[in-house]
């Protein structure tokens, strides 16, 4: 039996390089499902460099091992700078493994839906990790910020992905 993958998307890393409270808040998420597991995940942190180094999926790569996930139970995934490039990026670094195990998505809650209807829409049966409270560094104002902004991206990523899959790009 294949271990199951646990796609954790990124969020953003400080100044200093360490994770934000949403980042951590992933890792930790998906950690609490994978470990229980039999036999235990395999995590894929994916995230590229963004406004602060290191990459996010390093920094989510470090959060793991810290917590005594082994190496060789982290595939990192370094070049996905949105929601969209990182589940083809995802996508293409399992099946290159020869991954056909079960694949879920450690996010938050707001951001669940547009994910792994993109992975569906690849043809990937993706399902959730039970994912954290919320954003943990933001208020209630802020909450619904980042709720309305998926409004119009799942439309729009979902016709992306649509488009990839008729074009063959996965």
Known sequence: MQPAAVVILGAAVRPDGTPSPALRARVQAARAWGERQTPPALYVPTGAIGTNPPA??????????QAGVPEARILQEPTGTDT??????????????????EVRVATHGYHLPRALALFRLAGI????????????ETGQKRQWFWRLREVPAVPYDAALMVWARLRGRI
């Open 84 to 101: 969209f490039s990182s589940v083809l990026a995802c996508i293409r670094l399992l099946r290159a493994r020869g991954h056909a195990g």
């Open 56 to 65: 996010e999926c390093v920094a989510m790569a470090a959060v793991l091992m």
């Open 125 to 136: 049966p993706a399902r959730a990790v039970p994912p954290p409270a919320g954003p943990s």
